[in-house]
């Protein structure tokens, strides 16, 4: 019950503090990628329940001859790359704070489509909120394999707390600053979870 007042609150400031710097990132994106402006995608929340989430836009609509989007890392834009860098990207998850389907901090939401892939304790990532920023996001971020993200994710479900969101919170603001862990090692496009190999034996060595 802390956490989620704490959740409220502070999301419910930022909206109105980040507000004019939202609209000018709304402004910009329609300008230099069209429209929509926001990108919005159903993600698994807590214990797994589908949800929206909206995030601000940062590909454009690329298509071959086909009608087919373009693969990834040939829609990101500088502009969205810079986006991604600054985590200025996120912040209409914000609004997904507010309505309970997320929380400041916790697990990251990822696909759908990774739900039966993950074993039985990687999956433990849902037994909280997913958050916008996390145990993992501070530990690594992108440059962490699926393995390290997942055993990051359960320690967090095992050891959250009021005091260690407030320490995430701050250590985010520091590591976006410092831009570390931005990209996924060489890649600006985060590889695909495909499942682990061994995953029993995973589970068993956490």
Known sequence: MLKR????????VLLIVLSPL?????????LKLGAPVLFSQVRPGLQGRP???FKFRTMLDARDVDGVLLPSDKRL????KKLRATSLDEL?????????????VGPRPLLMEYLPL?????????????????WAQING????????KFRLDVWYVEH?????????????????????????????????FNGSRNARSLDRNP
């Open 5 to 12: 007042l704490f959740d409220i609150s502070v999301a419910a």
């Open 22 to 30: 939202m609209l000018a990132i709304a402004a910009l994106i329609r």
């Open 51 to 53: 949800f929206r989430m």
């Open 77 to 80: 834009t500088r502009f969205g």
């Open 92 to 104: 209409p998850e914000l609004w997904n704070v507010l309505k309970g389907e997320m929380s400041l």
């Open 118 to 134: 993950y074993s039985p304790v990687q999956y433990r990532r849902h037994e909280v909120r997913p958050g916008i920023t996390g």
């Open 141 to 148: 971020r992108n440059n962490l394999s699926w393995e390290e």
């Open 160 to 192: 959250h707390s009021l005091w260690l969101d407030i320490k995430i919170l701050l250590l985010t603001v520091t590591k976006v600053l410092a831009r570390e862990g931005i990209a996924a090692r060489s890649h600006e496009i985060t590889p695909r």
